[in-house]
């Protein structure tokens, strides 16, 4: 039974993973400017987003360009799924930036206590 709970954690992060994409792209897609602004924004966020976690984050470190770990993960961590629950709070989407601030505060708390961090 534990290990269906951490398969369905690890199956959140990758969805909060890609929500994050989806977020921002979607703010970027949002903004009050012309759709040249919109088109930049909705296409370069998210390309930016996946740069910073395929060098830094990807496959929990593992599989990164340069892995980090401790407080420097996790701080890569807030700093990258706080991005995608403010873009969905800057796209207006405040009720939803909300539930995923949550459901990340979960997988993450899960992640520690199962020592798979």
């Known amino acids: 039974m534990l290990n269906l709970a ?4 690890a199956v959140l992060m990758f969805l909060l993973e890609l929500g994050v994409l989806f977020s921002v792209g979607y703010w970027g897609f949002t903004l009050d400017s012309g759709w040249g602004v919109k088109l930049l924004a909705g296409l370069a966020g998210p390309a930016l987003f996946i740069t910073a976690w395929a060098l830094f984050g990807a496959g929990g470190g593992a599989n990164a360009t340069y892995p980090l770990t401790g407080l420097a993960r996790a701080a890569l961590e807030i700093l990258w799924f706080g991005g995608g629950a403010l873009a969905l709070y800057a796209s207006g989407l405040a009720a939803p930036a909300a539930v995923f601030s949550a ?3 979960l997988n993450a708390v899960l992640r520690i206590v199962w020592n798979e961090v």
Not at 6 to 9: D, E, F, L
Request: net charge positive.
């Open 103 to 105: 459901l990340f505060i």
């Open 6 to 9: 951490k398969n369905a954690n």
